[in-house]
């Protein structure tokens, strides 16, 4: 129990100085990966990390914008996707860009699933 809240503890430190609107795209990230099955909250000093297995999903928050970075099996193109970067023939990090809840729609929600699912 400790460490449960030691690690939410330091969840919420990627929140201060932040808008709103931040923290209300990360919970819902984790209510739409909690639909995919269990998943873990994995706080590092500049990110956290959600987990299937492996990693799934990097979030790096700035003041008013959340840098979401994902796994893929191949490029997608698509103009919400700022960066990528071929890791190796069948692996794509894929980074977005996320200032508002809403952007949290159903196509950013077929990216995550299949992310968490190549994780797993």
Do not use: C
Not at 44 to 72: E, F, W
Not at 89 to 114: C, F, G, H, M
């Amino acid at each position: 129990m400790k460490a449960a809240i030691q690690t939410e503890s330091t969840v919420k430190m990627h929140f201060v100085n932040r808008s709103p609107a931040i923290r209300q795209i990360y919970d819902r990230i984790l209510e739409i990966s909690r639909g995919f099955g269990s998943i873990k909250e994995d706080p590092k000093k500049t990110s956290i990390h959600l987990v299937n297995r492996s990693a799934y999903a990097g979030i790096q928050n700035r003041r008013d914008v959340m840098v979401l970075t994902l796994k893929s099996t191949t490029d997608i193109p698509n103009e919400r996707i700022f960066r990528r970067l071929q890791a190796s023939a069948n692996r794509w990090y894929l980074e977005i860009k996320l200032t508002s809840p809403e952007q949290v729609n159903d196509e950013l929600t077929d990216w995550l699933e299949a992310s968490y699912r190549i994780s797993g």
